[in-house]
C-alpha cells in the first residue's frame, strides 16, 4: 500500500511539472528542421525508459519475493512484514503464492517488453513520414 501510495504521489507531481516543461520540449524539438527525427527518437527513448522501468523493478521485486516463498515453501517469507495475524501456508499452498508472484513478475516483464515494441514501432512510423 506504501508503494501505491508514493507512486501517486510521484504522478501527481510529475504530471503537472511535465506539463510545465512540454513548450520548451516541443521547441528543442522542432529548433533544428534537420534533427527533428533525431530528437523525437530521443525524446521517445527517454519516455520509453520512465515508462518500462518501475514495472521491471516490481517485476524483479515480486520474482526475488517468490524466489524467497518457493525456498522456504512459506507464505508469508520469513522475514516479510504484514499488517495484521494472518495465518501462515507451508507446502503446496506456499508453493502455489510463490509461483503465482513469479507468474504477475513475468507478466509484468512482458508487458514492459510490448510496451517498448510499440513505442519502437510508433517512431519508426514518425520515420517514415513524408518529407
Known amino acids: 500500500m506504501l508503494l501505491v501510495a508514493c507512486t501517486i504521489l510521484v504522478v501527481l ?35 520509453a525508459v520512465a515508462v518500462v522501468v518501475p514495472p521491471l523493478g516490481v517485476a ?32 503446496r499452498f506456499a508453493r502455489r503464492r510463490g509461483r503465482l508472484a513469479q507468474l504477475l513478475a513475468a507478466i509484468l516483464v512482458l508487458a514492459a517488453s ?9 517512431v519508426s512510423l514518425l520515420g517514415a513520414r513524408a518529407p
Open 13 to 47: 507531481v510529475v504530471i503537472p511539472l511535465v506539463e510545465s516543461f512540454r513548450p520548451a520540449l516541443v521547441d528543442w524539438i522542432t529548433r533544428d528542421p534537420e534533427q527533428i527525427d533525431s530528437r523525437l527518437r530521443l525524446a521517445f527513448a527517454v519516455l
Open 60 to 91: 524483479a521485486y515480486l520474482w526475488r519475493l517468490g524466489d524467497r516463498i518457493l525456498r522456504a515453501e512459506r507464505f508469508p517469507a520469513p522475514g516479510l512484514a504484514v499488517t495484521k495475524d494472518m495465518v501462515v501456508l507451508r507446502g
Open 114 to 122: 510490448a510496451l517498448v515494441i510499440i513505442l519502437w514501432w510508433f
